[in-house]
């Protein structure tokens, strides 16, 4: 190796020549089609499996829609019902008031 010191330029031009590790070959192989096809087909199965499970997806939230929709219906039948219920509740209570008070003392 060359001796130079810390103010001292190296001579790149005594470096030996480095090797490209990366060539570029112009010519098409079999194996660069079959990569670039299982690159086209693993992306139109990807795109195939997105849109299945878009689809279940969507399946799924109108279910649970639906399920919304039977839990609201099933909430406004128990609110009347519990109207009905306090309704009754109010009209025996004033009936038991006017019977006490209507007892002989």
Known sequence: ???????????????RPTRKLVRFDPTVSTGMLLQ??????????AYGTYQADRAVQKMQVDIINRDVVEVKANLKE????????????????????????????
């Open 36 to 45: 670039i096809g299982v690159l086209i087909s693993g992306g139109v199965m």
């Open 78 to 105: 128990m609110q009347q019902s519990l109207v009905m219920v306090n309704q009754t509740l109010a009209v025996i209570q004033s009936r038991q008031q006017q019977q006490q008070s209507q007892a002989p003392r």
């Open 1 to 15: 190796m060359d001796e130079t010191g810390p103010g001292e330029l190296m001579d790149l031009s005594s470096r």
